[in-house]
C-alpha cells in the first residue's frame, strides 16, 4: 500500500506562487496532481510518466504550473504561478499503473494522498 503526503498549500494573493510537495512511501510509476474546487468535480491538473520525459497539464494551467519529481527521494513537486482565485481548491497527489488512458484521468490513479488545501485570494 503505497503512502502519499502532500505539503506546501496554503492562502496567497492572486499573482503568486506555490510549491507543492508530495513524498511516497515507496518508488511509484505515473503520478499526477488533481484539483477539486468548492462545490465542483475533481480534475486533473498535471501528470508525469515514471521516468519524467512525458508530462500532461490541463490547458486551464499551461504555462503556470510545472509538474517534476526527484524518483530518489520518491517525490512529486508542482510548482505553480501567476496563481489566480480559480485555482482555489483542495490539490490531491496520486499514484498509478499503466493504463492506455489520458494520465489527467483519475481512474488511472490507485493511490491518493490526503490532500492540501489552496487558496487564491484576489
Known amino acids: 500500500q503505497v503512502q502519499l503526503v502532500e505539503s506546501g498549500g496554503g492562502s496567497v494573493q492572486a499573482g503568486g506562487s506555490l510549491r507543492l510537495s508530495c513524498t511516497a512511501s515507496?518508488?511509484?510509476?505515473?503520478m499526477g496532481w488533481f484539483r477539486q474546487p468548492p462545490g465542483k468535480e475533481r480534475e486533473g491538473v498535471a501528470a508525469?510518466?515514471?521516468?519524467?520525459?512525458?508530462?500532461e497539464y490541463a490547458d486551464s494551467v499551461k504555462g503556470r504550473f510545472t509538474i517534476s519529481r526527484d524518483n530518489a527521494k520518491n517525490t512529486l513537486y508542482l510548482q505553480m504561478n501567476s496563481l489566480k482565485p480559480e485555482d482555489t481548491a483542495m490539490y490531491y497527489c496520486?499514484?498509478?499503473?499503466?493504463?492506455?488512458?489520458?494520465?489527467?484521468?483519475?481512474?488511472?490513479?490507485?493511490?491518493w494522498g490526503q490532500g492540501t488545501p489552496v487558496t487564491v485570494s484576489s
Open positions: 515507496e518508488a511509484t510509476y505515473t
Open positions: 496520486a499514484a498509478g499503473t499503466y493504463l492506455p488512458i489520458s494520465r489527467l484521468d483519475y481512474r488511472r490513479y490507485n493511490y
Open positions: 508525469m510518466s515514471t521516468g519524467g520525459r512525458i508530462t
